[in-house]
């Protein structure tokens, strides 16, 4: 839209990310926890059993393997926490530069609505202020835009004599520009925190594995060596 007005609605910028929502813990992610929570009760349950350790013993699983299996979902549990934390700072983070792109959205247009009326008849000073430029649903092109407008409005002496009288002197244009810089340190910290997020979420999944196989070997031994004992075996709901 090629308008002295910017849109009341601009188009959502195409390179930013979707507005946070509220991360709610999948079904997934419960169930694997509630998975979790079990097994780590059943070990616990195992090394307190005064007959159920001189079974395990022949097997290999004395109280230090045992003990090692209750480390690896003690780890499984760490990694869930990190995991949730990075995703907590990640939501953040997103509102953090959902809010930085607005305001130098609504900066912008308000700068824009005045200018166009100081220099409503002034072609030139319209073109080096970019005042019939349409503003961009791309962040990055929102950012150059701004930032070429402002810089314009502040190395011309006659329009920033201009501009002054009507709120946008130099301390103000500044300010503006202090906006853009505040979008580039959100957006970069956004994206760090996403990454984040996924890191953790790699880590986690490689935790729960190791504690899947550790757990299968596990209790395909204990079933053996539990034969007979059903009050046993139902330590570890076999």
Same mark, same amino acid.
């Given at each position: 839209?090629?308008?002295?007005?910017?849109?009341?609605?601009?188009?959502?910028?195409? /390179?930013?990310?979707?507005?946070? %929502? %509220?991360?709610?813990?999948?079904? +997934?992610? +419960? %169930?694997?926890?509630?998975?979790?929570?079990?097994?780590?009760?059943?070990?616990?349950?195992?090394?307190?059993?005064?007959?159920?350790?001189?079974?395990?013993?022949?097997?290999?699983?004395?109280?230090?393997? *045992?003990?090692?299996?209750?480390?690896?979902?003690?780890?499984?549990?760490?990694?869930?926490?990190?995991? +949730?934390?990075? !995703?907590? =700072?990640?939501?953040?983070?997103?509102?953090?530069?959902?809010?930085? $792109?607005?305001?130098?959205?609504?900066?912008? !247009?308000?700068?824009?609505?005045?200018?166009?009326?100081?220099?409503?008849?002034?072609?030139?000073?319209?073109? =080096?202020? /970019? *005042?019939?430029?349409?503003?961009?649903?791309?962040?990055? !092109?929102?950012?150059? *835009? #701004?930032?070429?407008?402002? +810089?314009?409005?502040? #190395?011309?002496?006659?329009?920033?004599?201009?501009? #002054?009288?009507?709120?946008? $002197?130099?301390?103000?244009?500044?300010?503006?520009?202090? %906006?853009?810089?505040?979008?580039?340190?959100?957006?970069?910290?956004?994206?760090?925190? $996403?990454? #984040?997020?996924?890191?953790?979420?790699?880590?986690?999944?490689?935790?729960? !594995?190791?504690? $899947?196989?550790?757990?299968?070997?596990?209790?395909?031994?204990?079933?053996?060596?539990?034969?007979?004992?059903?009050?046993?075996?139902?330590?570890?709901?076999?």
């Amino acid at each position: 839209m090629m308008t002295d007005e910017p849109a009341t609605n601009p188009e959502p910028a195409t /390179n930013s990310e979707p507005a946070p %929502k %509220k991360r709610a813990r999948s079904a +997934q992610d +419960q %169930k694997t926890i509630n998975t979790l929570n079990e097994r780590r009760a059943a070990l616990t349950a195992v090394l307190n059993s005064a007959d159920a350790t001189p079974r395990l013993e022949p097997r290999g699983y004395n109280a230090a393997s *045992l003990n090692e299996g209750l480390a690896l979902g003690e780890a499984v549990q760490a990694a869930f926490t990190d995991r +949730q934390l990075a !995703k907590d =700072t990640s939501d953040v983070a997103f509102a953090t530069l959902e809010a930085a $792109d607005l305001a130098v959205r609504t900066g912008l !247009k308000s700068f824009r609505r005045i200018a166009g009326g100081v220099f409503a008849t002034n072609t030139t000073a319209r073109e =080096t202020l /970019n *005042l019939n430029a349409r503003i961009s649903g791309d962040r990055q !092109k929102l950012m150059g *835009l #701004s930032e070429t407008t402002y +810089q314009a409005a502040l #190395s011309r002496s006659t329009y920033l004599a201009a501009l #002054s009288k009507r709120g946008y $002197d130099e301390a103000a244009l500044n300010a503006e520009l202090a %906006k853009i810089a505040a979008l580039r340190q959100a957006e970069a910290a956004a994206l760090e925190s $996403d990454q #984040s997020a996924t890191r953790t979420t790699t880590q986690r999944q490689d935790a729960a !594995k190791a504690f $899947d196989l550790w757990w299968r070997e596990f209790t395909a031994t204990a079933g053996v060596a539990f034969e007979g004992r059903p009050d046993l075996l139902g330590l570890l709901g076999l």
